[in-house]
């Protein structure tokens, strides 16, 4: 079956930095999502994007289908960013789910 | 507001007492489905449904069932839960069964078994 890889798996900040999230997936899809689980456990959608970038506030998204990859970019980062990172795709040959990646862990220092 | 309501959103239970747990969607969705997460293993699919009346096991369907009697509801039984079911449930929709349509998820229910 598809994989669906993230890195990194783990990544720490000080408040006000950048970073860059990034999913590598292993075959083609027809949609890729990104999600923000938060300290309480919640599933936020970021972004729905099977390809091309989108921007909401501070955060922005681009998948590039064709080589397999999307990346999420978090701009002067806040510490309720804090959480878990998750991008899940969609893929042409799986019956009726979607599959998460392992996810990366986002501590933001204040 | 357009959502996805899960009830309860804890519950502490012991083995071998049956539960529901609910999910309802207010945007009048095709598709709904079960996860479970549990550490080290991530989101896991337990059951789907394609529209009223059509269900479908996922990856882990063993101790569970389901029913879709109408389209906003989905409830998630467990005839007789086990301390292996303790884990984070997420109940998720998207608009149609066909693939590629942005899914949408519940906000969890932390389920532990003693």
């Known amino acids: 079956g598809i994989q669906v890889e993230q890195s990194p798996p783990d990544l720490i900040l000080q408040e006000g930095a950048n970073s860059t999230l990034r999913c590598n997936f292993s075959d083609s899809v027809n949609n890729l999502q990104w999600f923000h689980q938060n300290p309480w456990g919640q599933l936020i959608n970021l972004f729905y994007i099977p390809s091309g970038t989108k921007q909401n506030g501070r955060l922005s998204a681009t998948t590039v289908a064709t080589e397999r990859y999307s990346l999420l970019y978090i701009s002067s980062s806040q510490t309720t960013d804090s959480g878990v990172y998750f991008c899940?795709?969609?893929?042409?040959?799986?019956?009726?789910?979607?599959?998460f990646g392992s996810g990366t862990r986002l501590s933001i220092r204040p | 507001e357009a959502q996805v309501t899960q009830n309860p959103r804890y519950l502490i239970t012991v083995t071998g007492k049956k539960l529901t747990v609910t999910c309802s969607q207010n945007m009048n969705h095709e598709y709904m489905s079960w996860y479970r997460q549990d550490p080290g293993l991530g989101l896991r699919q337990i059951y789907y449904s394609m529209n009223v009346e059509v269900t479908d096991k996922g990856d882990v369907p063993e101790g569970y069932k389901v029913s879709r009697k109408e389209k906003r509801n989905f409830p998630l039984i467990l005839e007789s839960p086990s301390p292996n079911q303790t884990s984070l449930y997420f109940c998720?929709?998207?608009?149609?069964?066909?693939?590629?349509?942005?899914?949408?998820f519940g906000p969890g229910t932390r389920l532990t078994v003693t």
């Open positions: 998720a929709s998207s608009l149609s069964s066909m693939k590629g349509y942005e899914q949408y």
């Open positions: 899940a795709v969609d893929p042409y040959s799986s019956a009726s789910k979607i599959i």
